[in-house]
T-cell receptor, first 116, second 115 residues
Framework: GAVVSQHPSWVICKSGTSVKIECRSL??????MFWYRQFPKQSLMLMAT?????????EQGVEKDKFLINHASLTLSTLTVTSAHPEDSSFYIC????????????FGEGSWLTVV | AQTVTQSQPEMSVQEAETVTLSCTYD???????LFWYKQPPSRQMILVIR??????QNATENRFSVNFQKAAKSFSLKISDSQLGDAAMYFC????????????FGTGTSLTVIP
């Protein structure tokens, strides 16, 4: 089946630095990818929709200048957390939409971000 | 905006027994998808079952079945013959079928399976 891979699986960074998380569709082309954020014991909250070759669409309340999303190719979307702060520590999950008739959505394994 | 509500933060079931997880949603759209996802401690989201809103027949996948009540906007998950490996966080999710295809998730239900 289709696989979506995230890298890194976990990362620790210092407050004030930027960190990039990659989301790759390994065996299919994904014109649309989605980024979610999940705090401990909470649900997944959609942050933004990433479309290949165009600007991402952010959900209300998500700072686009803080969470930079780039979808430069049909198999790669990146999320960059700029000037990270401890409150940005969270689990970030991406998903990608396949091109099958049902537009199946495939989730990545997630990335833990800890800002110290 | 679409909202998905799971009113049971935690549920437990005896091994081999049946348990039902509840989910309600709110939408003004007539065509959409509904899903149940399982998230074990590994955090990987695993698709359990999917229902197209235009289909009246309830979806079934082996031990997992749903009770889809479109008028009531209710979408419950029944797990039969519960197994230890079913223990996980379960999320109900709504997905639009028009532009975007974004998921909207409920708050989740933590299922414990008692040996």
């Amino acid at each position: 089946g289709a696989v979506v891979s995230q890298h890194p699986s976990w990362v620790i960074c210092k407050s004030g630095t930027s960190v990039k998380i990659e989301c790759r569709s390994l065996d299919f082309q994904a014109t649309t990818m989605f980024w979610y954020r999940q705090f401990p014991k909470q649900s997944l909250m959609l942050m933004a929709t990433s479309n290949e070759g165009s600007k991402a669409t952010y959900e209300q309340g998500v700072e686009k200048d803080k969470f930079l999303i780039n979808h430069a190719s049909l198999t790669l979307s990146t999320l960059t957390v700029t000037s990270a702060h401890p409150e940005d520590s969270s689990f970030y999950i991406c998903s990608a939409r396949g091109r099958d008739p049902g537009n199946t959505i495939y989730f990545g394994e997630g990335s833990w971000l800890t800002v110290v | 905006a679409q909202t998905v509500t799971q009113s049971q933060p935690e549920m437990s079931v005896q091994e081999a027994e049946t348990v039902t997880l509840s989910c309600t949603y709110d939408t003004s759209e007539s065509d959409y998808y509904l899903f149940w996802y399982k998230q074990p401690p590994s955090r990987q989201m695993i698709l359990v079952i999917r229902q197209e809103a235009y289909k009246q027949q309830n979806a079934t996948e082996n031990r997992f079945s749903v009770n889809f009540q479109k008028a009531a906007k209710s979408f419950s998950l029944k797990i039969s013959d519960s197994q230890l490996g079913d223990a996980a966080m379960y999320f109900c999710a709504y997905r639009r079928t028009n532009t975007g295809n974004q998921f909207y998730f409920g708050t989740g239900t933590s299922l414990t399976v008692i040996p």
